[in-house]
């Protein structure tokens, strides 16, 4: 008992010191184009695997054991509580219908497409028994994008408009893949039809509205409280409601305005540090489970085929993409009168290209599927 303790706190400290490891170098590439927070805690990740493979005569690659629960309790809302808590309210509110259209709609689509091709492709390959509920797990994987390389080369000040899409997209995103998946749990997929297909469009949006609902009421609850506390309990506050993901525009508004220069210091360091900290520890783990040797012994007898996957995979993934975010990019400038206003070709291009990234949120429910 004792000497699991022991190799429980060592595993957590030399975690911890990579972590900080990947503060820092991270830090001193900061000017680099090509290299950012998140790659750099890939290839420390892979590095790290790579030594504990050799050490361990090739039984593990990773200092812990991942957890979807802890991924989406503890690491999940500070990222995107964090998100809401920066970005420009009055243009993320502008756009608000656009954003809706991409996130909620153009999930759908691509979920849709992502699981039709993989279905299609796959059973010619015969890569194994894959029931339809697999298949769909894929498309919702698969269509849960990763903004988070894009935002940091746009700024919100020169381009207003690409970056609230962008980011509106993606928090919008990541809930409704959530939900997708989720329902995908929930249903019994042995007998597949028409029927049960528009059952499951519609579990998913009665989730997704109820959530939504529930999201706006439990927002009236913290506006009351943070408007009749005394001032200095707005951040403690706060900081406890950063578990509700979705709530970071209203603390941002009641609370910004509502403290001293000091405390909006504080309060603006403290969320981003909590959100570097839980993405950071995201893809370091991803870089040592790259090379965890279980998997790799599963398809190295069939690396070809693998790389197949991977680049079918992909193709969808472009194709999703593309289905949704012109055709509503049209439909939502019909609606724009100023010039301004509209998405224009290139920034659609922008919006198509920064969703190919599969990011923590893939990782986590892929975890959870196998």
């Known amino acids: 008992m004792l000497s699991s303790d022991h190799s429980s706190v060592v595993a957590i400290n030399l975690f911890v010191a990579l972590l900080c490891g990947c503060v820092v170098i991270g830090h001193l590439l900061e000017e680099n184009r090509w290299m950012n927070e998140s790659i750099t805690a890939l290839i420390i990740g892979l590095c790290t695997g790579a030594v504990i493979l050799l050490t361990t005569g090739g039984q593990s690659s990773h200092l812990l054991v991942f957890s979807e629960d802890l991924f989406f309790i503890y690491l999940l809302p500070p990222i995107i509580f964090n998100a809401g808590f920066q970005v420009k309210k009055k243009q993320f509110f ?10 909620a709609v153009g999930t759908l689509i691509s979920f849709g497409i992502i699981s039709v091709g993989a279905m299609h492709f796959f059973k010619k390959m015969n890569i194994g028994d894959l029931t339809i509920a697999d298949y769909l797990a894929i498309g919702a994987i698969f269509s849960a994008t990763d903004s988070v390389c894009t935002l940091q080369v ?3 000040d020169e381009t207003p408009l690409l970056y609230s899409l962008v980011f509106g997209e993606g928090v919008v995103n990541d809930a409704a893949s959530v939900v997708l998946f989720n329902a995908i749990q929930s249903f019994d997929l042995s007998q597949f039809d028409s029927t049960v297909a528009l059952h499951y469009v519609g579990n998913f949006l009665y989730l997704f509205i109820l ?3 529930l999201e706006f009421w439990l927002d009236c609850l913290v506006l009351i409280l943070l408007k009749a506390v005394f001032w200095k309990l707005n951040f403690s506050l706060s900081v406890l409601f ?4 979705f709530v970071g525009l209203l603390c941002l508004h009641y609370t910004w305005h509502n403290v001293t220069e000091s405390s909006r210091v504080t309060t603006k360091h403290a969320f981003a540090t909590a959100s570097f900290v839980a993405e950071i520890f995201i893809f370091l783990y991803v870089g040592m489970d790259a090379l965890d040797i279980e998997k790799w012994n599963v398809i190295s007898d069939s690396l070809g085929k693998l790389a ?3 680049g079918i995979l992909l193709g969808l993934i472009l194709v999703g993409r593309a289905a949704f975010v012109f055709p509503l ?4 400038n019909l609606t724009k009168k100023a010039s301004h206003e509209k998405i224009h070709f290139k920034q659609q291009v922008t919006i198509w290209w920064a969703g190919l990234m599969r990011g923590a949120v893939s990782m986590a429910l892929a975890y959870n599927q196998v």
């Open 94 to 103: 502008r756009n608000f219908m656009t954003i809706m259209l991409f996130g």
């Open 154 to 156: 746009l700024n919100q």
């Open 211 to 213: 959530s939504t609902l």
């Open 242 to 245: 950063s578990r509700c993901s």
């Open 308 to 310: 197949w996957v991977s």
């Open 329 to 332: 990019s049209f439909i939502s």
